[in-house]
């Protein structure tokens, strides 16, 4: 494959752009190599500057349910930008899309519509804050909730619950307010809320956390931790930004029949516009503003274009109901690529939950890995091999090992097949080289 257009680009855009992105896992770093320059897609196809087509596995990172340019979804969206793209007032779009959600997820009786996943999980702090009077956050080592300062960290060093920032620029101040547990660990868990509980505004988990490998949770550990945190007085906060509308229509809540305090919302829910939503209880949305104490604004919160594009998206999902089959599609395509891969110089197997799937690339420590500390060494390594083996037959995987890949209704059994003889050469290629 030639990737020349997109290696001058890449020249061109380290000029204007840090590392040359607008987002770091862009820039390949992951997996090595200059990031490929994609300029149109249609159903489970994207096509690159070069003319070079690849069956997408990446899905703008999960927000494609049914592909690229879902002929529903395009022809809403072009309906609403003929109306007028942004009228910074109240529009009946939100409202329409807002009563279907609350009336189709029983534990949102109130939403706030905003325009990203970490804007969504930034307000749910201060609200979680403010409905507590507590300021400490909990979150879970290996779960990502966005760029929020206050869950930007990571377990430090030191004492097992102490944050350090994981990235720079976020003050030491900032990581103290919140705790660190690990995932998969109930013990740890009882432990941090023993000492800490009182203090914990919130509690904040990704009930199927899938920013860095997809990591299951028992549904064990996951009634723990909703039980200790209701008992303590703390908010149970469900980042369901990856998995809302993508393991069911109802996500993680309807699947374990746990009832967090709120909920936050991203990818799925704009259609692969950008729409982030979070909402609960009326008793707990009354802290927000206007209605209460808590400011939460935006300029353009429920982009009519974007609600569209949303609303299209959860009226087909409605209407279609494909979560069986995208599961079913994902466990046969799991198990075929795991077919594949014994050929491969190396351990490694394959992980999935609904459409979501990740390969753990060497020995794992435990089977499935649950937590960071089982993924193995050489998953960075093995997978940067794989990607780019896959990625010249054809095949466009997340680059980087720890970001997971979808399935999508446009990955007909036809495409899976054609997937899966590029990835049969690819391994090949891995094999001999
Ligand atoms: C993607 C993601 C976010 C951040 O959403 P953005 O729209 O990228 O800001 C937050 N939480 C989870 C679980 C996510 O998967």
Redesign the pocket.
Known sequence: MNHQNSESLFERAKRVAPGGVHSPVRGFRGVGGSPVFMERANSAEIFDVDGNSYIDFCMS?GPLLFGHRDPEIEEAVLAALKRGWSYGTAEPYSLEFGELLTSKIPLLERVRFVS????A?MSVIRLARAATGRNKILKFDGC????VDALLVRAGSGLAEMATPDSAGISAQTAADTLVCPLDDEAAFETIMNAHGKEIAAVCI?PLP??NGLLPQSIEFLRKVADITKKNGALLVF?E??SGFRVALGGMTEQTGIKPDVL?F??IIGGGFPV?AYGGSHEIMKWIAPEGPVYQAGTLSANPVSMCAGLAMLKKALREQPYKRLEEATKSFTAELTYLARDLPFESSMQSEASLFWMVCGKASSTPVRAIGQIPETQKAIYAKVFHACLEEGLYFAPSGYEVGFLSTAHTPQVLDQALSRAKRAFAKVKNS
């Open positions: 990172w990203s996943g970490t804007e999980v990502y909730h966005g760029h990704e899938a920013n980042d930004v990856i936050c991203g990818k982030g």
